[in-house]
């Protein structure tokens, strides 16, 4: 792992829109916690790597070294396409709302897959 692992997690962070305490949940870490790794003074192990690669779909030869493309390549399956389709048809106000629609059901998930990790 080199030294700018921790520019390219802030560079990850950015890219995806999310603000320290959005992403720090996405990853079960304090908002706090983030802060230093972007700041230098927290330290970046295998855990919060594995954490970050599962929940974004980062490439781990970027993660730790920069090499090669930020995401994993997904293909796109039917479902994706047909919601690709659809949503360009809408006009960009209902594009939103249906993207701030996403961003809360995918917080809910987390809510309720951490829910099921603590029982």
């Not at 792992?1 to 995806?16: A, H, N, S, T």
């Not at 070294?65 to 809408?90: C, V, W």
Request: net charge positive; hydrophobic share 35%.
């Amino acid at each position: 792992m080199d030294k700018f692992v921790y520019q390219r997690i802030k560079k990850l962070r950015e890219q995806l829109g999310l603000n320290q305490r959005d992403f720090s949940q996405l990853i079960s870490l304090s908002p706090g916690y983030i802060g230093g790794i972007e700041a230098q003074c927290r330290k970046v192990n295998d855990r919060i790597i594995k954490l970050i690669i599962s929940e974004f779909g980062v490439k781990e030869e970027w993660l730790r070294y920069g090499k090669g493309t930020m995401f994993i390549e997904k293909r796109a399956n039917e479902k994706s396409i047909r919601i690709l389709s659809l949503f360009n048809d809408l006009p960009p106000h209902l594009q939103d709302v249906i993207l701030g629609t996403i961003e809360l059901l995918r917080k809910a998930n987390n809510i309720d897959r951490k829910l099921k990790k603590s029982q």
